[in-house]
């Protein structure tokens, strides 16, 4: 095995110091970080100092460490005197690296882009091997997510060199670093593939864990016959394994016979065992079809099955919602979104459970946001049938922060039906200065004004005091997120097989909007882009680009699959088609270009040709959408 040396891991780009850092005592200060050893070896205990005007309130910190080619994030508890954060932090004795992480609000500190990036030593000073290969994955998956600019390039063959050099942690890379290998070199990545499908087949007796890791060399190089050929071996030579129970699963799902399934599902249970985590899939799917067949009753007696708790929120959840909405089975759906509410509760009071990874504070305000929107289930079900009192109750957990239009809209309705104007003129007020508010919860507003007051006198001057509040501060907060960014050019088809280059565009506002057919929250924000689009469409300078990225299918099927979405659906998009960066890739040209990780994803280009705005997602408000599409085109445009 050989050794990587201090000299040769400290020259790396990955990590974020140097033999010529300044060193104190026996630590090391590096950008804003000063950390008590200089070397760090795993098992140790690190004393941290961070400084930063942040306010105590914005700032949060988290390491991850690698281990192999899996990262696990640990949050960091900082105690604040004046300026500096202190904390303390023991290296997990199975690290290969640390990353650590420090965040203002939303901005991480990137300490110029290097990172605060650590590849572990043995006792000997000698860096562990495969650390400098976790970190380079670590950047390549992650480093976008934290702000870091990462060189594809280089960080792959950080990696490469790393496993090229100590063969034996290859076999704990076989399911991730071929793809990536395959994806920037097709020649010499077949080579390297081949050879770790002679390492296997060499060997007289496979796990079947090495089985699956042959099964993944083979499909990244789209062996089909040997894939084939192995999934029947190891369905023999592993009869409840993995292969065995995905098998059954297929079986299962393919049934459409409620009665058969509820056999198959019986049959699982008793080859693969209760404790099988597949087997829990195959329970909510099967109380799914309980449902669809009309069996409330078998419902509830297939999800007591379910082993791992933090599968049924989720699913009571969204059957909840299908009646609420519809007003339907109203009793069985506050009973089945009751049960989500307090098994979410239960894990954010317990959260002994969480994912490895995400870190325990990440968790639980996962967990809170989820929380919130299960009440808002349970609020809408209590609402409709007539027990206001606790429908306003749990839709103003829902609420929470009152960033979200909807549900606030919501929280006013029930205010409103139970005729509590005092609290509407507190809360929608409160609303409307935030700026996260509906022409609905305006409605209620006036209404509630008018009540309180015995006319609508004064109501006018009132209410525009307060949107002045809240478009101000949406100004401000717009004027915050801006950007100076040069884009990468791009020549697109469009549906009509018109070519639009986006350079031929400077001059103007151009937004693009990232998205896919296959892309829900894309979809469900379109009748908001619709109204953009509408209310500029006289506007010359601005142009709108729907830019159909990450489809499935040669060029004519995604140009195919996007028009026709677009012509049933009635909008007047322009939509381009992005191209895969290389056949059979799933990496997209434009997407990639603009650091798009996911969708949908919009960014907005300013006249002078720089990308000025960037924002990912959807809140679910079209009346949201609208007014900061609407303020940030405006403001290019002033």
């Not at 281990?67 to 290296?91: E, F, H, M, Q, R």
């Not at 008018?450 to 609508?456: L, Q, T, V």
Request: glycine share 6%; charged share 30%; net charge neutral.
């Amino acid at each position: 095995m050989k050794i990587i040396k201090c000299l040769f891991a400290l020259t790396l780009v990955v990590l974020s110091f140097s033999c010529k850092e300044k060193s104190k005592e026996n630590g090391v200060t590096i950008g804003s970080l000063y950390i008590s050893k200089a070397t760090l070896k795993p098992g140790d205990s690190l004393d941290l100092k961070y400084t930063t005007d942040a306010n105590e309130e914005d700032i949060s910190a988290f390491y991850y460490y690698t281990v192999g080619s899996k990262t696990y994030p640990v949050d960091i508890t900082l105690n604040k005197a004046d300026s500096l954060y202190k904390s303390t932090i023991v290296i997990p004795d199975s690290a290969t690296a640390v990353a650590l992480n420090f965040k203002n609000k939303k901005e991480f500190d990137t300490n110029n882009d290097k990172g605060y990036l650590f590849p572990l030593t043995t006792s000997t000073g000698d860096t562990i091997p495969g650390a400098i290969a976790g970190l380079a994955n670590y950047q390549l998956r992650m480093g976008n997510n934290l702000g870091l600019k990462v060189d594809e390039k280089i960080a792959f063959e950080k990696i490469k060199s790393d496993l090229l050099s100590n063969k034996d942690l290859q076999k704990d890379w076989d399911m991730v670093f071929p793809r990536t290998y395959i994806a920037k070199d097709k020649a010499g990545a077949k080579d390297y593939i081949n050879s770790r499908v002679a390492y296997y087949n060499s060997k007289t007796d496979l796990s079947e864990l090495e089985y699956k890791n042959l099964v993944s060399l083979y499909q990244t190089i789209e062996k089909k016959e040997k894939i084939d050929s192995l999934q029947i071996v190891m369905e023999e030579k592993f009869p409840t394994g993995t292969m065995a129970q995905q098998k059954a699963w297929s079986t299962f799902y393919n049934e459409q016979d409620y009665d058969k399934k509820k056999e198959l599902f019986e049959e699982f249970k008793t080859k693969f065992g209760a404790k099988s985590r597949l087997k829990d899939v195959v329970a909510t799917r099967l109380a799914s079809a309980a449902i669809e067949n009309g069996k409330k009753e078998e419902y509830a007696e297939i999800m007591d099955q379910v082993s791992d708790k933090s599968m049924l929120p989720s699913a009571y959840n969204t059957l909840a919602w299908n009646y609420a909405e519809k007003g339907e089975n109203l009793e069985f759906a506050s009973e089945i979104s009751k049960k989500s509410l307090d098994i979410t509760k239960h894990a954010i009071n317990n959260p002994v459970d969480k994912p490895v990874y995400i870190t325990k504070s990440q968790y639980i305000n996962n967990m809170t946001s989820t929380y919130n929107m299960y009440a808002d289930t349970y609020a809408l079900i209590k609402y409709k049938q007539g027990e206001i009192a606790e429908a306003i109750a749990y839709q103003k957990e829902a609420v929470a922060d009152g960033k979200d239009p909807q549900l606030n809209e919501r929280y006013v309705m029930f205010l409103n039906s139970d005729k509590k104007h005092d609290v509407i003129l507190k809360e929608a007020a409160l609303f409307i200065k935030e700026g996260n508010t509906t022409a609905k919860i305006n409605d209620y507003y006036k209404q509630a004004y008018i009540a309180k007051n015995g006319s609508e006198d004064g109501f006018t001057e009132n209410f525009e005091a307060l949107e002045k509040v809240g478009y101000d501060k949406l100004v401000a907060k717009t004027k915050e997120e801006m950007i100076d960014k040069k884009p990468k050019n791009f020549k697109l088809k469009n549906t009509k097989g018109e070519t639009v280059e986006l350079a031929a565009l400077k001059g103007k506002t151009v937004i693009l909007d990232f998205w896919a057919t296959w892309c829900g929250p894309c979809k469900a924000s379109f009748p908001g882009m619709q109204q953009a689009v509408n209310k500029y469409k006289d506007n010359d300078n601005v142009v709108f680009l729907f830019v159909d990225t990450m489809e499935s299918g040669d060029f004519d099927t995604r140009t195919k699959l996007a028009g026709d979405f677009v012509k049933n659906n009635n909008y007047s998009f322009n939509v381009v088609i992005d191209n895969p960066v290389k056949e059979g890739s799933r990496a997209y040209e434009v997407a990639s270009n603009f650091e798009v990780n996911g969708i949908p994803t919009k960014v907005i280009i300013g006249p002078d040709g720089n990308i000025k705005f960037v924002s990912v997602g959807y809140s679910g408000s079209t009346d949201k959408l609208v007014k900061e599409l609407s303020l940030k085109i405006d403001l290019l445009n002033s």
